[in-house]
């Protein structure tokens, strides 16, 4: 069994778009979480999803993050113990624990294209949410079915959820909660059609051989971990911890998207805006420092500690 190095960190952006400062304040509490344990902090660019990932926007990313006074140990362009740090350079490692998953039986391959799933959820007395998989690749009579319904297609791979599967997510900020997975509706895809790692399958893999032991990462991603567990588990991996951090919000009380890049770094500069005065704001906005604060993220971490956060409102 790999056991994490306790305390290493990591931020691990997807370079789909530019960070906003949802995103900046969520590597900026990475950060934070990590350096008040003095351990490592890791950067992952997490560009597997070639479709979505813009070009130059990895390296914008680091340099954002580098304007705004984080360091990083290990990462893209530093380099480290576990490189690389880019996730499509490690679709070898990817593939290798897909073969893993096959031979424990822990997958079945799936010929269901997204509109097969949304008619099945659609359908009358379908007891499905939208989100749940309706489980028809289960069954090897179905799936064969499926399979000529979509000629041509390549299967994704699925995890085969069975009642084995309850796990309990222990969050530093919200606290221990029992998730009771149920199969198939929660069978989840570990590797897409089109022949490359999901995230759900990816993030596991590198976390474990980062061995990060603290995940600190925006709580859109809360849904994902027990799904992630149940990942850890199946390889004999020790999970990290996680800590969910809120999301910033816009001011219709939405979260913010990619989209919203008017309130990225370069807006900021344009508009006059140091890094001290990013870093305040963004501290501010968690109520760890005064309103109009200008400060660095050292002078930050100098008065932090993760209990600062546990039980408050993080607004915007
Ligand atoms: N790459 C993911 C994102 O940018 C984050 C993954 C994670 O922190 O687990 O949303």
């Given at each position: 069994m790999t056991q994490p190095v306790q305390g290493r960190g990591r931020f691990a952006p997807s370079p789909t778009g530019l960070l906003h400062l949802g995103n900046l304040r969520t590597a900026l509490l990475a950060w934070l979480f990590a350096r008040y344990s003095g351990a490592s902090f890791v950067l992952r660019m997490e560009d597997i999803d070639r479709q979505r990932t813009r070009q130059g926007h990895a390296e914008q990313i680091l340099a954002d993050l580098r304007w705004l006074g984080l360091d990083w140990d290990e990462g893209p362009d530093v380099g480290g113990p576990f490189a690389p740090y880019v996730q499509s350079e490690r679709t070898a490692l990817y593939a290798e624990h897909l073969e893993r998953l096959i031979a424990a039986g822990d997958l079945y391959p799936c010929y269901c294209s997204r509109t097969d799933i949304a008619e099945a959820a659609s359908a009358p007395h379908s007891p499905l949410s939208a989100a749940g998989y309706p489980g028809t690749c289960r069954d090897p009579e179905r799936r064969e079915r499926q399979k000529q319904r979509n000629p041509g297609r390549e299967p994704s791979y699925r995890f085969r959820i069975t009642e084995q599967h309850v796990t309990s997510t222990d969050d530093r900020l919200r606290g221990a909660t029992a998730v009771h997975l149920t199969g198939p509706k929660d069978d989840f895809v570990v590797w897409r059609a089109d022949g490359t790692a999901a995230y759900q399958l990816a993030v596991v893999v590198d976390d474990a051989m980062m061995q990060v032991g603290e995940v600190v990462r925006g709580a859109d991603l809360y849904e994902s971990t027990p799904l992630q567990l149940v990942l850890f588990r199946s390889f004999g991996y020790r999970a990290p911890r996680y800590v969910h951090v809120p999301l910033w919000q816009n001011t219709e009380g939405k979260r913010l998207s990619?989209?919203?890049?008017?309130?990225g770094i370069a807006a900021l500069q344009s508009e006059g805006l140091t890094p001290a005065g990013v870093v305040g704001m963004l501290a501010a906005s968690c109520g760890l420092v005064e309103d109009k604060t200008e400060c660095s993220p050292r002078e930050l971490l100098a008065a932090f500690s993760p209990e600062l956060l546990i039980g408050a409102q993080v607004g915007a």
């Open positions: 990619k989209r919203d890049g008017s309130a």
